[in-house]
């Protein structure tokens, strides 16, 4: 999730600035090379960045036999929330400074990965994350990090971005610079069958939605199309899947990859209105992004329509939605493929805690996220996202 990075920067340079690809390696019981990894990337004594319930549920395990198995001390620290803040990243960091480690093992969802990568940037740094909020603030190797992340959804073990909550002004911030970008990411399947079905439907769409809104994106190319499609693709065909048999390992990997794949995707070409209206909806009212994501956009991508209808027909033929040659037609069998889906996956239509009285609030915040840095097909005024906000009000 990227916002508010774009201020003073110029956007040819955006388009174009190098985005370092990390290692994948995927396939059930594969983080149990976990400790070959690290010996690649010289990592003798990594903090390993996680939360208690990982824990708890011992999936944190064959990490710990792998690392145990082979002599490498590490540290653990699990003391991590959804939506971590910047408090959180300053325990990390005073952790990973006392045990004296040098590189980092991430393993958990998008919460744990973005927490872990700032923790990255302040000790590379060695400034508090308050003052690496941005983009290229970081601009120095960090200690390796391998990352595992146990849902398919975030992509952030692929992207530049560690998306940190500012408590004090109900706001996400985020810190971006290619040198975010992991040097290994495990996918490995075994790890999210545990998911319960309420979060592998929001994580899957949240990567549906990374992938839609990077194939919208102004900054698509031909690498980012390729991986959307692709990305795209395998979450119509898998996520339902996943959602409905949690112990499907080849639905699982598929939704891990397509996650990688549209994370990929978007770290090159940014997000949109999706984003930074969820992005709202997140800070001050606490629903997870991808939820957050599933209820935007369906009524974002409607309300560009026909504007964008040329591309949705292109990705209905791509991902073998539709043959149409029509863009209209094309168009509204995909809108209908999509609203088909959220609603297999119960995704609710609107904001239970949105009140209409904070809506012009939600609406400003979004357009300063988004006007005029999101390289968006359509540009929006107040009053139209104003009346997005609308539709998803409670009855």
Known sequence: MLHSLLVGIKKPFLKHFPVPTPECITGAQSVKRIADQLNRYKGTCPL????NVLLELGLISPVFKSLDSNGIAYHVFSEIEPDPDFEAVRMGVE?????KCD???????GSVLDCGKAIAASVAKKKDIGRLVGLLRVHRTVPPMIAIPTTAGTGSECTVAAVITDRQQRIKKVVADPFLVPKCAILDPTLMTGLPAQITAHTGIDA??????SYLSGYAGR????????AIKAVFSNLPVAYENGQDLDAREAMALASYQAGLAFTRTYVGYVHAIAHQLGAIYHVPHGLANAIVLPEVLAYCRPKIDHQ???????ANISDSPDNAQAASVFMEELNGLL???DIPKTVAAMKSSEIDQIAQRALEEAFGQYPVPVQLCHTQIREILLRLLPA
């Open 48 to 51: 390993i960045v996680t939360d």
């Open 95 to 99: 952790r990973y400074q006392q045990k």
């Open 103 to 109: 590189s980092l093992i991430l393993i958990g969802g």
């Open 208 to 213: 549906l939605t990374h992938a839609i809104e």
């Open 223 to 230: 690498f980012s199309k390729k991986q959307s499609i692709q």
């Open 312 to 318: 949705l027909a292109e990705l209905a033929r791509e």
């Open 343 to 345: 609603q297999k996956l």
